[in-house]
């Protein structure tokens, strides 16, 4: 089944984060009823995959400022597919920063969060699952702009509400300090 690797991930998660438990159950229930979970013609909403990208010393997070949503957020993007979520992370904070070294830090799940995309010309309102882990540069900190972003930054992780005030992404930030 090539939901079974996410899952098993996800009960991980519950274990580690036992006070996220409904939003991880939240989520398995959404992929064990949809088979087509990782593709975005499930219209409902479907899995994707992000990255809280790390500066090689850990001291700072590369933000984008998105374009369709205008606000500051981690790197992150659609499954198209891939069930290996992790990879889905890597790929699209590679493709979204033009850094081409970035490493997984960890296999575990850093994050998962649940939020409505509005609608647009040509999809209506659905739900983004999205799985996020932490991608950490290998030395290499320069960036390049994609068409998806208005700007990146690399902010200092204790100046984060500086750039955003969004519940997920401060949750973020505090299970980065709390880990460090």
Aim: glycine residues 6%; aromatic residues 8%.
């Amino acid at each position: 089944m090539h939901r079974a690797g996410l899952l098993k991930l996800i009960q991980q998660y519950k274990k580690k984060y036992p006070l996220e438990t409904s939003v991880a159950d939240t989520m398995v229930a959404f992929i064990e009823s949809h088979e087509d979970c990782f593709e975005r013609t499930q219209l409902s909403g479907h899995i994707t995959g992000s990255a809280w990208v790390v500066n090689q010393t850990g001291t700072h997070v590369l933000l984008t400022h998105h374009r369709k949503l205008n606000r500051w957020l981690q790197l992150g993007g659609h499954a198209d597919g891939q069930s290996e979520i992790i990879e889905v992370a890597k790929r699209e904070g590679m493709e979204e920063s033009g850094i081409d070294d970035l490493c997984i830090d960890s296999p575990e799940i850093f994050d998962l969060d649940i939020h409505a995309i509005p609608a647009n010309g040509k999809e209506p309102e659905h739900l983004h699952y999205d799985v996020r882990f932490v991608l950490r540069t290998a030395g290499n900190e320069k960036f390049v702009i994609s068409e998806e972003s208005h700007s990146l930054a690399w902010v200092p992780i204790d100046d984060l509400c500086r750039y955003t005030k969004e519940a997920s992404m401060l949750r973020m930030r505090d299970k980065w300090i709390e880990r460090s």
